[in-house]
Nanobody, 118 residues
Framework: QVQLVESGGGLVQPGGSLRLSCAASGIIPSYNTMGWWRQGPGKERELVANVFTGGVKKYAESVEGRFTISRDHVANTVSLQMNSLKSEDTGVYYC????????????WGQGTQVTISS
């Protein structure tokens, strides 16, 4: 099993910055993506950004240019630097590992609250 622990959530003002971190442990699939999803109030959970095993990065259009994802493949950590934050970025952010096989097994962290408000 994979265990994911997030940190770094909090309350910031619009235009501010926040950095989320996630540490993975356990038996991690050899081929996978590691990244962040979020769920805002009354919204579906959506992909924010992830990194494939080979290093390819993917961003949601709404955050591209503002957020930067980074992954340490040795330490099994992933971070999300969030800049120029907007109120619509508010939500619970979940660290995720997804296996790149037929099953596409998901592993989730407990979630960390990010609130953007003035």
């Amino acid at each position: 099993q994979v265990q994911l622990v997030e940190s770094g959530g909090g309350l910031v003002q619009p235009g501010g910055s926040l950095r989320l971190s996630c540490a993975a442990s356990g038996i991690i699939p050899s081929y996978n993506t590691m990244g962040w999803w979020r769920q805002g109030p009354g919204k579906e959970r959506e992909l924010v950004a992830n990194v494939f095993t080979g290093g390819v990065k993917k961003y949601a259009e709404s955050v591209e240019g503002r957020f930067t994802i980074s992954r340490d493949h040795v330490a099994n950590t992933v971070s999300l630097q969030m800049n120029s934050l907007k109120s619509e970025d508010t939500g619970v952010y979940y660290c995720n590992v997804r296996s790149l096989d037929r099953a596409q097994q998901d592993y989730w962290g407990q979630g960390t609250q990010v609130t953007i408000s003035s």
